[in-house]
Nanobody, 127 residues
Framework: VQLQASGGGSAQAGASLRLSCEASGRTFSRYVMAWFRQDTGNVRTVVAAVPPTSWNGASTYYADSVKDRFTVSRDNAKNTVFLQMNNLKPDDSAVYYC??????????????????WGQGTLVTVSS
């Protein structure tokens, strides 16, 4: 599986951006898909995650810092996962990565469980 992320850029605080991540391959729907971000301190943290289609539990996960502002979604027909980012803040500035995992969704937080990564897309938010 190859992941191609896009949609990053510069924005003013309060604005919106939408990230996209398109996956190759025919098994996209069975993967946990997540967005991570890496700040200038090189710390990479999970921002949002969406389970595979077969999951019957909670539908999504969000980091506390982005709840009620970011929305993660997937379109299995297009092999694409999205991250809609609203009301952006300067602290949201980071390189954003999409990632895919075939582990259990309860491990969404565990970076080591993700086996495929996109190339990263830079988001810069100015005040």
């Amino acid at each position: 599986v190859q992941l191609q992320a896009s949609g990053g850029g510069s924005a003013q605080a309060g604005a919106s951006l939408r990230l996209s991540c398109e996956a190759s391959g025919r098994t996209f729907s069975r993967y946990v898909m997540a967005w991570f971000r890496q700040d200038t301190g090189n710390v990479r943290t999970v921002v949002a995650a969406v389970p595979p289609t077969s999951w019957n539990g909670a539908s999504t996960y969000y980091a506390d810092s982005v709840k009620d502002r970011f929305t993660v979604s997937r379109d299995n027909a297009k092999n694409t996962v999205f991250l809609q980012m609203n009301n952006l803040k300067p602290d949201d500035s980071a390189v954003y990565y999409c990632a895919a995992s075939d582990a259990h969704f309860s491990d969404y937080w565990n970076e080591a469980m993700y086996i495929y990564w996109g190339q990263g897309t830079l988001v810069t938010v100015s005040s």
